[in-house]
């Protein structure tokens, strides 16, 4: 079974500022997928960015990109410019290549962007 | 498309009554997941369907709760008895048939059992 942890809970951030979310997962499995999903106080999941484990590059879409260690199953994600509108909980979430398709979610991050 | 549907989008209800809780997904993708979740749990998989077919019911919590998908536009999720301990937001989502597909969420119905 295949475990993912997000180690923080809470993180404020100034506006225009970076900040970095971190998420590590367990998995024995070698080709598979990670996500980041924004919720925003309206609850609506939103996906981020998304990564397959067996490309070497890092995912970018835009003010988000990720750092992906696969050897150390690290998966962060980098919020650049750090906008009022980003202010939700994040949650990392681990997804099979092959067999059960449901994602496994990490606990979330709860964001806040100070003006 | 519009996205995954769920209905109601709010709910309170008495504690022992009977709750629907319904989704439309996407039309053409064919997995589709019930999720719960709370403060305390964060984001629970409740059941995965396959092509209509229940493939992982492990998370359901209690015998108290069933899912249907009758065909490939609609699931519900039914809670019967409900319990206050069942309070929580009740998410659909839906993947398409692609290898590493996202997972498409609905606005998820929150539950509220007094």
């Known amino acids: 079974a295949q475990t993912v942890t997000q180690s923080q809970p809470e993180m404020s951030v100034q506006e225009a500022e970076t900040v970095t979310l971190s998420c590590t997962y367990d998995?024995?499995?070698?080709?598979?997928?990670l996500f980041w999903y924004k919720q925003p106080p309206s609850r609506q999941m939103i996906l981020v960015i998304r990564?397959?484990?067996?490309?070497?590059q890092n995912a970018t879409e835009n003010r988000f990109s990720v750092n992906f260690q696969k050897a150390a199953k690290s998966f962060s994600l980098k919020i650049s410019d750090s906008q009022l509108g980003d202010t939700a909980m994040y949650f990392c979430?681990?997804?099979?290549?092959?067999?059960?398709?449901?994602?496994?979610f990490g606990s979330g991050t709860r964001l806040q962007v100070q003006p | 498309d519009a996205g995954v549907i769920q209905s109601p989008r709010h709910e309170v209800t008495e504690m022992g009554q009977e709750v629907t809780l319904r989704c439309k997904p996407i039309?053409?993708?064919?997995?589709l997941f019930w999720y719960r979740q709370t403060m305390m749990r964060g984001l629970e998989l409740l059941i995965y369907?396959?092509?209509?077919?229940?493939?992982?019911d492990s998370g359901m919590p209690e015998d108290r709760f069933s899912a249907k998908m009758p065909n490939a536009s609609f699931s519900t999720l039914k809670i019967q008895p409900s319990e206050p301990r069942d309070s929580a937001v009740y998410f659909c989502?839906?993947?398409?048939?692609?290898?590493?597909?996202?997972?498409?969420f609905g606005q998820g119905t929150r539950l509220t059992v007094v």
């Open positions: 990564q397959e484990a067996y490309k070497q």
């Open positions: 998995t024995s499995e070698n080709n598979y997928y």
């Open positions: 369907f396959n092509n209509n077919v229940p493939i992982d």
């Open positions: 989502a839906n993947t398409g048939r692609g290898v590493g597909a996202e997972a498409f």
């Open positions: 039309s053409g993708h064919n997995s």
């Open positions: 979430a681990f997804g099979r290549q092959t067999g059960r398709r449901a994602l496994t």
